[in-house]
């Protein structure tokens, strides 16, 4: 059974940055299988995608809370997928996560995932 997990998430101030990283734990298993999906979700909210990495080519797909501000990213000697944080504000406290629907390619239609990690918590404090 795939199992992902998310690190990388802390505290930042406004304007800051933070790298999340995404890795699939499990016998045989690899991120490098599948495209890749971050998603957030903040107290009281509903979850909301942000961006998604193809299996092949570096093909990318954003949200509009992500567009020009995150920017997804795999890396395929270690198996890992990343999402790095620029400019937070207080608006991007959430727990974030990382999914696949075990899919090769993103849904560019919208946000297509099945499993998803534990999460890790992102809290931006002004």
């Known amino acids: 059974q795939v199992q992902l997990v998310e690190s990388g998430g802390g505290e930042a101030q406004p304007g800051g940055s933070l790298r999340l990283s995404c890795v699939a734990s499990?016998?045989?298993?690899?991120?490098?299988?599948?495209?890749v999906t971050w998603f957030r979700q903040a107290p009281g909210k509903e979850a909301e995608g942000l961006a998604c990495i193809d299996r092949e080519g570096g093909g990318t797909f954003y949200g509009d809370s992500a567009r020009g501000r995150f920017t997804i990213s795999r890396d395929t000697a270690v198996n890992k997928v990343y999402l790095q944080l620029t400019g937070l504000t207080v608006d991007d406290t959430a727990i974030y996560y990382c999914?696949?629907?075990?899919?090769?390619?993103?849904?560019?239609?919208?946000?297509?995932?099945?499993?998803w990690g534990q999460g890790t918590q992102v809290t931006v404090i002004s």
């Open positions: 999914a696949t629907d075990f899919g090769r390619k993103c849904d560019r239609t919208g946000w297509s995932y099945d499993t």
């Open positions: 499990g016998p045989g298993t690899s991120l490098d299988f599948y495209a």
